[in-house]
């Protein structure tokens, strides 16, 4: 049974930085695609930054970049994404979520192709 836990949710003020954790179990780890989403209300699900588990470049999208950074570490089975240089418009519920099928470059964040789903946790950013 695969499990994902995120954890670092909270209330920062715009231009302050949370760091989100996911723990993973229940599948080999290593060999996963794993990402972060995030959905703010009224709004899609958005893929936010990708990660091959067995190594590999990162993926963000355009509003994230240079401000996002996700970073892995297969021997604690954990995920994460610092944030930095919050924005009010980062406020969403956010959420990890992990699948083990292939995929393009251009699939890496899309929600439809992962499988596995955390609960979320809740990053507000005030202006």
């Known amino acids: 049974q695969v499990q994902l836990v995120e954890s670092g949710g909270g209330s920062v003020q715009a231009g302050g930085s949370l760091r989100l954790s996911c723990a993973a179990s229940?599948?080999?780890?290593?060999?996963?695609?794993m990402g972060w989403f995030r959905q703010a209300p009224g709004k899609e699900r958005e893929g936010v930054a990708g990660?091959?588990?067995?190594?590999?470049?990162?993926y963000y999208a355009d509003s994230v970049k240079g401000r996002f950074t996700i970073s892995q570490d297969n021997a604690k089975n954990a995920l994460y994404l610092q944030m930095n240089s919050l924005k009010p418009e980062d406020t969403a519920m956010y959420y990890c979520?992990?699948?083990?099928?292939?995929?393009?470059?251009?699939?890496?964040?899309?929600?439809?192709?992962?499988?596995?789903w955390g609960q979320g946790t809740q990053v507000t950013v005030s202006s």
């Open positions: 229940g599948y080999t780890y290593s060999s996963y695609w």
């Open positions: 990660i091959y588990t067995g190594g590999g470049s990162a």
């Open positions: 979520a992990a699948d083990r099928r292939p995929r393009t470059e251009f699939e890496i964040l899309s929600s439809r192709l992962y499988n596995y």
